[in-house]
C-alpha cells in the first residue's frame, strides 16, 4: 500500500519528485564532478529559484550544509566568540542551546513551558550576547512564534545578529529578512525531498562576523566556515563534494512551487490548518496542545490525546495514514500532524474524516 506520510519530517515527498529523480537519473547527475560546468548550472539554479521563491535579498548568500543540525553548529562557530541567547520552547529550541554550550559559549537560556511562546517584552538579553537563536516553529510540540515577536526582539537589539530556525516552517512563512540575519532549514519537511541537505542563508553583518573571529585568531571550523564557503560560492561552487542529487531537486521543487505559486500554497496551508484546528477544538478524544490559537503553528498541528496516541496511529496507519507521534516525553500523549505543501486539501479531508470517525477507545 502507498502510504500518506503526515509526520513532521521525514515528510512525504512533495508530489512531483518522483518525476524529478527519474530524469536526474537519466541525466547522470550524480555522476558528475562538483567541478563541471554543469554542477555550477545544478547550483545556481537552485540558488536562484530559493531567492525568489523566499524572497532572499541580494545581499545574503546562502550556503548548502548536509542538516540544520550542522547549520547550528556552524552558527555558533562562526558568528559567536563569546556568548549566544536562546529562546527555548521545546527540544529542538533546546539543541541548539546545547550545541553553543557543547562548543564552550556562554550560552544564556530564557526557557518556558513546551507548547508556550516567549513575550519578547519579558526577555532579559544580556549586553554581551552576540547572537539571539529563535526557533519560529517548534516542531515538537507546534508552538510558533509569532514573526512580530522576532522583529521586535531584533528592533530591541539591533547590534545582536537574529538567527531564525525555521526548519518546519519554510516556505510558508513569509519572511522579511531585512529584519533578522540568518535563516536555515533542511529540506525533508516543508519541501518534502530525501534528507540530507541544509540550507544556511546568512547576511553580511554573519559574514563580516566570522571574518573578524578570523581575523583574530579564533577558531571558525575548517571546510564549511563561512570564508570557505565563499572562497567556492562565487564560482557555484562547494567546498566539499555535495549532495549533488539534493541540491538538484531542491532547484526543481523549488521551481514546482514558485509555477504553482507561493500566495496560493501559503492559502492552501491555511485552509488545512482551520480545518485541523476546528476539528480538534471540537473533539471528544483531542484538543489543540498550544492553548493559545496565536502561537499555534501552521505547519506542525500538535494534538493533545484523551487515549494513548498510539492506539490512534495505529488505526491511521491501517487505513495508509502515517501520523506522527509526540516527541520524547509526550510520545504517547500527542499526535503531531504535518501540514506541508506536499499535503493536499483532498489527503487533509480524509484525515480529518479518519480522525471525526475516530470517538472511542
Ligand atoms: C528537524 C528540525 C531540525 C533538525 O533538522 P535536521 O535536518 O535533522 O538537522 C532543527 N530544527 C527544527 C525546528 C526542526 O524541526
Redesign the pocket.
Known amino acids: 500500500m502507498h502510504k500518506i506520510y503526515f509526520t513532521p519530517?521525514p515528510s512525504k515527498l512533495y508530489y512531483t519528485v518522483e518525476g524529478h529523480v527519474k530524469n536526474a537519473l537519466k541525466s547522470q547527475v550524480s555522476s558528475i564532478s562538483h567541478r563541471s560546468k554543469q554542477f555550477e548550472n545544478i547550483y545556481s539554479h537552485a540558488v536562484g529559484q530559493l531567492r525568489e521563491l523566499l524572497n532572499v535579498p541580494g545581499e545574503f548568500e546562502i550556503f548548502f550544509t548536509s542538516?540544520?543540525?550542522e547549520v547550528w553548529e556552524r552558527l555558533i562557530q562562526n558568528c559567536v566568540e563569546n556568548s549566544s541567547f536562546h529562546l527555548v520552547n521545546g527540544a529542538?529550541s533546546r539543541r541548539f542551546y546545547e550545541i553553543s554550550r557543547d562548543l564552550g559559549r556562554d550560552a544564556v537560556i530564557s526557557e518556558v513551558e513546551p507548547g508556550h511562546c516567549i513575550d519578547p517584552s519579558e526577555t532579559n538579553i544580556p549586553e554581551s550576547v552576540e547572537l539571539i537563536a529563535v526557533?519560529q516553529?517548534?516542531?515538537s510540540t507546534g508552538v510558533a512564534q509569532p514573526l512580530e515577536d522576532i522583529y521586535a526582539l531584533k528592533d530591541q537589539h539591533p547590534d545582536k545578529l537574529m538567527a531564525v530556525?525555521a526548519?518546519?516552517a519554510v516556505p510558508y512563512i513569509d519572511l522579511d529578512f531585512n529584519r533578522i540575519d540568518s535563516l536555515f532549514f533542511?529540506v525533508?519537511?516543508g519541501f518534502g525531498l530525501p534528507?540530507g541537505l541544509?540550507v544556511w542563508i546568512i547576511n553580511e553583518k554573519g559574514i563580516e562576523k566570522a571574518k573578524s573571529m578570523q581575523r583574530s585568531g579564533l577558531s571558525i571550523g575548517s571546510y564549511h566556515s563561512i570564508p570557505s564557503f565563499l572562497s567556492k560560492s562565487g564560482r557555484h561552487q562547494t567546498p566539499e563534494t555535495p549532495n549533488v542529487l539534493g541540491m538538484y531537486l531542491l532547484g526543481k521543487v523549488a521551481e514546482d512551487m514558485l509555477s504553482k505559486g507561493i500566495t496560493q500554497i501559503r492559502k492552501e496551508t491555511e485552509y488545512k490548518a482551520a480545518l485541523s484546528y476546528n476539528l480538534l477544538e471540537n473533539h471528544p478524544l483531542m484538543e489543540p496542545f498550544v492553548i493559545n490559537p496565536k502561537y499555534r503553528s501552521k505547519t506542525v498541528i500538535v494534538a493533545k490525546t484523551a487515549i494513548d496516541s498510539k492506539k490512534i496511529i495505529d488505526k491511521a496507519g491501517e487505513k495508509g495514514m502515517v501520523i506522527g507521534s509526540g516527541y520524547g516525553q509526550f510520545k504517547n500523549k500527542h499526535l503531531r500532524i504535518a501540514n506541508f505543501p506536499t499535503h493536499s486539501k483532498e489527503q487533509f479531508e480524509m484525515l480529518a474524516d479518519f480522525l471525526n470517525e475516530y470517538s472511542h477507545e
Open positions: 519530517g542538516s540544520a543540525t529542538f526557533t516553529n517548534e516542531t530556525d526548519v518546519s533542511s525533508q519537511k534528507a541544509g
